[in-house]
């Protein structure tokens, strides 16, 4: 055991709490400031993420007017080819 007594040893042990208490302190108030920004940077984040499935929903609305288009295009090449064929073999 050491030589100092009881009264001098829990003084050092009480300084040495509160020191770690402040420290503590000192990073959790840090932390909260940067949740703050964080949630700052989140809540643009989801906004970004909200304009590209807009994008991306217009996007769909456009290529589904595309493969309307492509499918009459396929149907009126079809057509013709066929019309095409009939006229060549039955043309005699």
């Known amino acids: 055991m050491s030589a100092q007594p009881l009264e001098i040893r829990m003084a050092h042990l009480e300084g040495a ?3 770690i208490s402040h420290r503590l302190g ?3 108030q840090r932390l909260g400031s940067m ?8 809540g643009q984040v989801d906004g970004r993420f909200a304009q590209i499935d807009a994008r991306f929903a217009q996007m769909d609305g456009r290529f ?9 295009l396929i149907g009126l090449v079809g057509s013709s080819w066929i019309t095409t064929m009939l006229a ?5």
């Open 35 to 42: 949740e703050l920004k964080f949630e700052g940077r989140l």
């Open 88 to 92: 060549v073999l039955y043309h005699r």
């Open 26 to 28: 000192n990073i959790e």
């Open 64 to 72: 589904a007017q595309m493969d309307r288009k492509f499918m009459w």
């Open 17 to 19: 709490y509160e020191q």
